[in-house]
């Protein structure tokens, strides 16, 4: 099991699977995106998943979030198989996720878009919402508190009644970490938060995972840039063309052969989107 030989390894850290990708493949005609894919996202740690343009991390996150299914293999939350599960289904199993491009409602307000967030775990429906019942009134009040809260953590709060596209390019990606955070998730899956930033956000987005981690989430990473990669992560794990080709401690990994074999002629410190 690689699972057994990862845990066996000294100064690992420890914590039980939040998540588990388990041999999972996913084929889109010919092409192989993810070929039996096994890591797991342990309680409480930051782990990066990188690897060249086209490795598959942005579909290991479409399979972990119900966009796709795999063709085979499982992904496990907290133990449970996601199964035929829909993406809002696994929005409040605790899962939520950002976009490699940014996906805001720019004609509504950044309060607006982290309250699409805050609705995820609402019980109402459209009967309730007519007759403004007690209950729809109360969770309005929570999403609104939830929404404001992780805006102030976010440091977005002065921002809150602009149209979202009419923020600053570092403070829509801040909002769209926001409008996942107010789902209130156990594991927040961030891919590519860095790209388009500049060193100086690069070191605030550093400090702001580190600090979302601290309010007791999970943090799975996907990034091209290694000094934050480096920097920040517990663990590292690595994709190419489709196969895990490494894992383990970020040194470790740094210095694994088959780690700079598949970054050789291809730039480590490139963050273009593809
Ligand atoms: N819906 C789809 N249909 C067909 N091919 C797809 C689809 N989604 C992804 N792919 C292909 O699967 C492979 C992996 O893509 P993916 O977006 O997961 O890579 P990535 O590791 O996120 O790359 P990048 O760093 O460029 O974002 C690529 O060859 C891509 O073209
Ligand atoms: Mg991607």
Redo the contacts with the bound molecule.
């Keep these: 099991m690689p699972e057994a030989t990862v845990a066996a390894q000294p100064g690992v850290r420890e914590g039980a699977a939040l998540l588990s990708v388990d041999d999972v493949s996913i084929q ?2 010919g ?1 192989k ?1 993810l070929d039996g894919v096994s890591f797991d996202v342990r309680q409480g740690e930051i782990l990066s998943l990188i ?1 060249p ?8 996150f479409n399979v972990m979030t119900g966009v796709y299914q795999p063709t085979s293999g499982e992904v496990r939350f907290a133990g449970q198989p996601l199964g035929r599960r829909k993406r809002f289904a696994i929005t409040r199993l605790g899962i939520a996720r950002t976009f ?1 491009n940014i996906r805001l409602f720019g004609n509504m307000t950044a309060l607006e878009n982290v309250l699409v967030g805050a609705d995820a775990h609402h019980r109402t429906n459209i009967l309730d919402a007519l007759v403004r019942s007690p209950r729809h009134r109360r969770e309005e009040r929570e999403g609104e508190e939830t929404a404001r809260e992780v805006m102030e953590f976010l440091g977005l709060e002065k921002r809150a009644d602009e149209l979202a596209r009419n923020l600053s390019y570092g403070d829509q990606r801040r909002l769209e970490i926001a409008r996942a955070m107010a789902t209130r998730p156990k594991l927040l899956c961030l891919d ?1 938060p860095a790209a388009g930033f500049n060193p100086a956000e690069k070191e605030q987005l550093m400090e702001l995972i580190r600090r979302i981690r601290d309010r007791g989430l999970t943090v799975l990473l ?1 990034e ?1 840039d290694m000094s934050l990669v480096m920097g920040v992560s517990d663990r590292v794990a690595v ?1 190419e063309f ?1 196969r895990k080709i490494a894992e383990g401690l970020p040194a470790e990994v740094r210095n694994d052969p088959a780690v700079i074999a598949a970054y050789l002629g291809t730039d480590a410190d490139d963050e273009g ?2």
Aim: with cysteine.
């Design positions: 889109f005609g092409l995106a690897g343009n086209g490795a598959g991390k942005t579909t290991c490699q590519e996907i091209h994709l489709g989107e593809s």
